[in-house]
């Protein structure tokens, strides 16, 4: 089983009632009880259950933190709905090493125009 799933497996055990809230429209989800979801609910699912991992993992799935308004700190992905568990199976994750890859290559794509920019431009005669 992918992260997801294995997230929604877990959201959705008994283990996680009282530590973990879906929201009305099961579309977010929120951690009530931080430390008793990562000690209880966290290692009957995952290897590692330190929460920033926790997080970076979510983070490397597509997952986004709500950041304002009554959901502020919940958690949504368009693919991770309480009511159709299924979908998640369609999540991927995001390879980090592409992303360092995709910002070189615009780094490098950024300084050959700025560079053919400057050959572009006539010589300033300074006599």
């Known amino acids: 089983k992918t992260f997801p799933q294995l997230l929604m497996t877990a959201l959705k ?7 973990v809230q879906w929201r009305q429209d099961g579309a977010s989800f929120s951690i009530i009880r931080r430390y008793d979801f990562m ?10 259950t330190k929460f920033e991992s926790f997080l970076r993992k ?3 799935w597509g997952f986004q933190r709500i950041q304002w308004g009554p959901e502020c700190g919940a958690f949504q ?5 309480r009511d159709y568990p299924d979908q998640c199976a369609k999540m991927r994750c995001v390879n980090i090493n592409h992303k360092a890859e995709e910002k070189l290559i615009r780094t490098q794509h950024d ?16 006599q």
């Open 13 to 19: 055990s008994d283990k996680a009632a009282g530590n």
């Open 39 to 48: 000690t209880e609910v966290m290692p009957s699912f995952f290897k590692k």
């Open 58 to 60: 979510m983070k490397r």
């Open 77 to 81: 992905h368009p693919l991770f709905h």
């Open 111 to 126: 300084t050959r125009n700025f560079a053919n920019r400057n050959q572009m431009r006539p010589a300033i005669n300074t």
